[in-house]
């Protein structure tokens, strides 16, 4: 190690805590003991969550990812390939460009929140958190060799054939089932701890992926988009238990077994199929209504056999939110005429929030039966159809042809920065929101909720 090193490792170890092994007290803590299953056995999870694209990395660090790229041994001849990688914690990424000197201190300390960073930590090595493969092409056929134990070396990992026309896709679950899973590890932190993690995985090619529009803004070229692996996450870890007399199922599950996880919390009662899942999807720090207490899912056992919450002597909720019961915010938006649109105000009995698109063909299935509902309810019922579209003239020519006589509003497709958008996580097309006068949310979900939502409108 050269004295420039040398010093700078000095000076980042003092310039964080030193280490620290304290030990979870569990006295105030609720254990709720999980067991691993298979996540598609309990629920039809969010593609976003348990389904990552793998691809050549383009990243504004060049040497720094030729670096890593250079490390890899034992690669196949082949026609042609790429290294392809997906970053599985984001906390050790950031800590790892910093260790780099590529980030600031703060710049480090503002990507990972929530993340004790001591002196142990940065002396270890914590380079191994992502999932890395070679895939390429040789005689016709697609091969994909996953480094399984994340060693940089090929050798000792299986080599997976594709025929050059087999089509795999996540919306045919069918097509996956001939994929053996793969036992995979990765580095993760669990509790500020650096931890091993063992993860049941599919991979496979699949050139018209959900991803497909994002890998092409993504990579480097058209030639890259070509080179792309899906990385299937089909564990989760899960319960079922009573919290305040009330039982519960609760699953964590995803690709990112750490904050960022998501964590199913819902009671047995409700019904996911006609409720959208989104209403009981929480993550690692956040606040669980149970009659009138509140919970904080305060962490994960770094064994992941166990899910840690604590009670909280009184409500640290927010005054709005996304969930069921909630209250959501005035939010700004705009008419079809580019003016704003005053939706918030209305004290009909009932808003039903339309979200949906021209290009979305559940949405338009839908339209026929939200005409009948709104007009044997307008007196009680207004209907705020806010389109995510492409082409602000596609939706006004379908409004003007379908006489859709409320009211409507209109948002860019491709910006998910858009406050109602964002914050009341809408990824999904169409998605229902029904609100009563003061505008807490009554009912979440899908097309698969319209009933639900038809009946309580003209029952109550």
Same mark, same amino acid.
């Given at each position: 190690m050269n004295i420039n090193k040398l010093l700078f490792t000095v000076i980042i170890i003092v310039g964080f805590i030193a280490c620290q092994h304290t030990e979870k007290t569990e006295e105030r803590l609720e254990i709720i003991n999980l067991q691993k299953s298979n996540i598609f056995d309990q629920i039809d999870p969010d593609f976003r969550d348990v389904l990552y694209p793998a691809m050549p990395i383009n990243s504004k660090y060049q040497e720094y990812e030729k670096s890593r790229l250079e490390k890899f041994k034992n690669i196949p001849q082949l026609d042609s390939f790429r290294i392809v990688s997906k970053i599985l914690d984001k906390? #050790? =990424? =950031? #800590?790892d460009l910093f260790k780099k000197r590529l980030i600031s201190k703060a710049e480090l300390l503002d990507h990972t929140k929530y993340v004790h960073i001591d002196s142990c930590l940065m002396l270890q090595n914590t380079e191994k958190y992502r999932f890395n493969a070679v895939f390429g092409f040789k005689d016709n056929k697609k091969i994909i060799i996953p480094d399984l134990n994340n060693n940089?070396? !090929?050798e000792d990992d299986p080599k997976m054939s594709f025929s050059s026309d087999s089509i795999y896709s996540f919306r045919d679950p069918i097509s996956l089932k001939s994929i053996v899973a793969q036992n995979f590890r990765y580095q993760g932190l669990l509790n500020n701890? #650096? $931890?091993?993690i063992e993860r049941n995985i599919k991979v496979y090619p699949d050139d018209?992926? @959900? =991803? $497909? =529009?994002?890998i092409e803004e993504d990579v480097k070229n058209k030639i890259d988009a070509k080179y792309v692996v899906m990385l299937? !996450?089909?564990d989760s870890w899960m319960a079922n238990k009573k919290i305040n007399e009330i039982p519960y199922n609760i699953i964590v599950y995803g690709g990112r @077994?750490? $904050?960022y996880a998501p964590i199913l919390f819902k009671p047995d009662s409700i019904n996911h199929n006609v409720f959208s899942l989104d209403n009981f999807i929480y993550k690692l720090y956040d606040t669980v209504k149970v009659n009138s207490s509140y919970y904080v899912l305060d962490s994960m056992g770094t064994d992941l056999g166990h899910l840690y @919450?604590?009670?909280l002597l009184a409500d640290k909720g927010n005054e709005f939110g996304r969930r069921i019961g909630d209250k959501i915010k005035n939010y700004d938006l705009k008419d079809l005429q580019g003016q704003? #649109?005053?939706w918030y105000t209305s004290k009909k009995e009932y808003k039903l929030l339309d979200f949906w698109g021209t290009w979305c063909k559940p949405c338009k299935e839908l339209t026929p039966a939200l005409k009948d509902l709104y007009n044997e309810n307008s007196d009680k019922l207004e209907i705020i159809s806010i389109a995510a579209d492409s082409n602000i003239e596609d939706v006004q020519n379908y409004v003007s042809s379908n006489n859709l006589n409320w009211q409507h509003a209109y948002i860019y497709l491709k910006d998910y920065s858009v406050p109602i958008r964002r914050e009341l996580k809408v990824f999904s097309f169409p998605t229902l929101v029904l609100l009563d006068k003061n505008n807490k949310i009554l009912i979440r979900g899908n097309s698969a909720s319209f009933e639900e939502i038809e009946r309580y409108i003209e029952t109550n």
């Open positions: 906390d #050790l =990424y =950031y #800590l940089f070396d !090929f701890k #650096l $931890k091993w018209n992926s @959900i =991803y $497909k =529009y994002m299937l !996450f089909e @077994i750490n $904050k @919450i604590s009670k704003k #649109l005053d």
